[in-house]
């Protein structure tokens, strides 16, 4: 499937909120903090595969990441064709992207994405930051197989903390800070189980990334930037590659 934002040179962002305003997508009128859901969410867990399972929900991830550390934002073309859940098998789902940094064994982020519960089936958009007094945001209901253009930049001025804005499509739709400019970066299809086991028929994507790095300057997501990827079960099936003929790579996740 094709979309509006192929071509698009690295860097190259366009932005259509007000200077400073954080809103939501025009059509969207739901819950916007996880207290307005009616229901908990699981504790997140980023960047240290080693403490994902200290809940009773088992967190079961397939997720890419470069591991080079330097990174001062991310732009990606992200889609969901479906994240499917039930009580007895994938209790929740999402796919999201994540930019931060562990420091002296804490983990600082901020993300963007997709996600569905059992408890709420409608497919959200969300924004996610654990330092801040409501650190799930909502801004839309995605559609299935429609591409959105996320984005997270920080502020290259000053010496520190950083503050960082996020986008979708255009609109901001989050903004805080993070306390390093050099941060590593992933996309990241995260599900939660009580019973073991995962719901089948999962299939996400994201293409057409890029990454900035400090002095404002931007690359493709592509094969000379040192990436690793992992599944942490066999049935969660990630691909990552370069599509012949394409400038970045493309990340697969089906279950």
Known sequence: MEHSKQGTEPGSLTVTSNPEQVEVLSDYNGPLTEAE???????????????????ARLQIDGRTFEEEERWSGLRCMMRIDGLNVDKNFSTFN?????????????????????????????????????YQTEQYNFFGEAKLGQWYEFAIRLSENGSGPYRYETFCDGTRVREGQLPVLANQFDLSHETWTDSGKLSSGDSVA?????????PNKARWF???IKTSSY?????????????????????????
């Not at 994201?206 to 400090?214: D, G, K």
């Not at 599944?231 to 279950?255: C, D, H, V, W």
Request: charge should be positive; include cysteine.
């Open 37 to 55: 859901l009616g229901y908990k969410l699981p504790r997140r867990n980023v960047f240290r595969e080693e403490e994902m399972n200290t809940q």
């Open 94 to 130: 999402i796919f999201t992207t994540h930019l931060g940094k562990t420091i002296g064994g804490k983990a600082y982020w901020t993300e963007i994405g997709f996600f569905r519960s059992a408890e709420d089936p409608v497919y959200r958009l969300f924004t996610y930051d654990p």
């Open 206 to 214: 994201a293409e057409e990334c890029w990454v900035n790095f400090p």
């Open 222 to 224: 592509a094969p000379d």
């Open 231 to 255: 599944s942490t079960n066999p049935m969660k099936q990630i691909k990552l590659y370069q599509p012949p003929g394409k400038f970045a790579y493309r990340f697969e996740s089906r279950t």
